[in-house]
């Protein structure tokens, strides 16, 4: 498993992997997994983190006193969410608008806009994301 103080450059530093033309194979015990948020956790694990894009996935679990959700977030670069496992639903604040987005959709989210992801169902719910050009 991958430590956090390698993002950024997870799994090798992007202008030194694009100079050699260097691949990787990755499985989800390779990636850096951590823990977004104290009082709302999501597990993010990461496969690809450097100069001009990250690549992860999100899971938000189900259970407990109301509904599991993210922390507002907000990022330096545009973000795209994949749903793999869904519905979830996504809140933007500032527009006070909410998009349920099912099973197989995408959610664009774009630079500087606040959000936070909801599991309002009886079951985990999960996302692929990339977010360019920074996290």
């Known amino acids: 498993m991958a430590l956090l103080e390698e993002l950024g450059r997870f799994p090798a530093d992007g202008p030194e992997s694009r100079e050699k033309q260097l691949f ?5 015990d390779d990636s850096i997994r ?4 104290r009082k709302t ?8 983190s450097n100069d001009v894009m990250q690549f992860g996935s999100i899971r938000l679990l189900s259970g407990g006193v109301g509904p599991q959700q993210t922390e507002y977030d907000v990022h330096k670069g545009d973000a795209v969410f994949y749903i793999l496992e869904g519905p979830m639903t996504f809140y933007l604040p500032d527009r006070q608008e909410t998009y349920d987005v099912a099973k197989g959709d995408f959610m664009f989210v774009p630079e500087g806009e606040r959000y936070k992801i909801i599991n309002y169902y009886g079951h985990t719910v999960k996302a692929q994301f990339v977010v360019a050009p920074a996290f």
């Open 34 to 37: 951590m823990i977004s948020g």
């Open 41 to 48: 956790p999501a597990l993010l694990s990461i496969w690809a």
């Open 24 to 28: 990787y194979k990755l499985t989800e």
